[in-house]
């Protein structure tokens, strides 16, 4: 008998009330389709990828006491007065693009690159943007491509 498939929602808690809202949102649609789910915090949203990596590698070394069919990021990068939003912005995307192309992962992205924190509120509220939602729905859609290829293989 299968496990059925639980997803790992690795939230920045850098601006904790946009993160409550992406959270809400992405639990909301995991929950409507009955898929379980942890939920990791990490400070920013430079840790994302790193957790989601440790994630993988306990995968790896202890197999399916766990497994994680997929990953959601969640987040929020405002920019301020330097250039440090550039470079989060640019690196953790490219961090989590390399985790799930390189480790065969579903990824649910919804890191918020705004700004500032209206936008952002508005981007993550679930009765607004929901990005977090929208996520949550990636990550499922890459499971079932995921798993229609692994099929489709036999």
Known sequence: MTEAPR?????SRYYEEIADDLVKGAVAVLDQADISHDRMAVPGVFEVPAAIRFAIRAMEVHSATSDYAGFIALGTVIRGETDHYDHICREASRALMDLAV????????????CENQEQARTRAAVDQGNKGADAANACLRMMEVKKDLRLAQR
């Open 102 to 113: 390189q480790n065969c992962v579903a990824m649910g992205f919804g890191i918020l690159t």
């Open 7 to 11: 997803v790992l929602i690795v939230e």
